[in-house]
């Protein structure tokens, strides 16, 4: 499955996030939250509301390619 990580932003958002899309859809966002001090990770739904089966080490690799963008961009890189 091909994985995709994109650095976004939005209006109601006030720091970027990483989007984290394997075969075509995005699965997740990698979030930092600066009063939890931490990365947080949003899982989505399916599209059709159906469920979603990923590989696990491919989602364990595309997280933490997700945070490495953000750490690259200025974020701090802390230990998950």
């Known amino acids: 499955?091909?994985?995709e990580i994109t650095i976004a932003s939005d209006q109601d958002r006030p720091?970027?996030?990483?989007?984290?899309?394997m075969g075509g859809d995005v699965i997740a966002e990698v979030i930092y939250d600066a009063a939890k001090m931490s990365y947080l990770v949003q899982v989505f739904a399916s599209h059709d509301d159906g469920s979603t089966c990923v590989d696990l080490a491919e989602f364990r690799n595309a997280l933490l390619q997700a945070k490495e963008a953000l750490v690259a961009r200025g974020y701090p890189n802390l230990t998950v």
């Open 15 to 21: 720091n970027l996030f990483a989007e984290v899309r």
């Open 1 to 3: 499955m091909t994985t």
